[in-house]
C-alpha cells in the first residue's frame, strides 16, 4: 500500500447551549487541514505500473485544485469554476471560495 496521497481532516464546529446534552447545536464554521502529496515527473522518475498510474491521478488532481484558483482570481465575475474536477476540489469547495472563505 502506498503512502503517497492527499489528506483533507475537516474539523466541524458547533455552538451550544450550556446545560443541553440533547442539542446537536448550530454549526459555526469548518477547519480544513490539507496536506497535499507533491507532483511527480514521470518521465524523470522512471515509473511504472501502479506507481505510475498513482503518479498520474496526483498529478490530475493538483491541476484540478490549479484551475479552481486560476478560476477564483480570474477579474471576470461570470467565470465557472470546476469544483467538481476533482475530489479534492469537491471536498474543499466551501473552503476554496464563497462569502466566508478564509485562507491561510
Known sequence: ??????????LSVLRRSAGTVESLGVPVGV???V???GSERTKVSQAE???MKEANCINRSLS?????LFALGDSSS?????????????LLQDALGGPGCKTF
Not at 484540478?64 to 479552481?68: E, K, Q
Open 1 to 10: 500500500r502506498s503512502s503517497r496521497s492527499h489528506t483533507v481532516l475537516s
Open 31 to 33: 477547519l480544513h487541514i
Open 35 to 37: 496536506d497535499l502529496a
Open 49 to 51: 505500473g501502479l506507481q
Open 64 to 68: 484540478a485544485l490549479a484551475d479552481v
Open 78 to 90: 461570470s467565470a465557472h469554476v470546476p469544483y467538481r474536477n476533482s475530489k479534492l476540489t469537491y
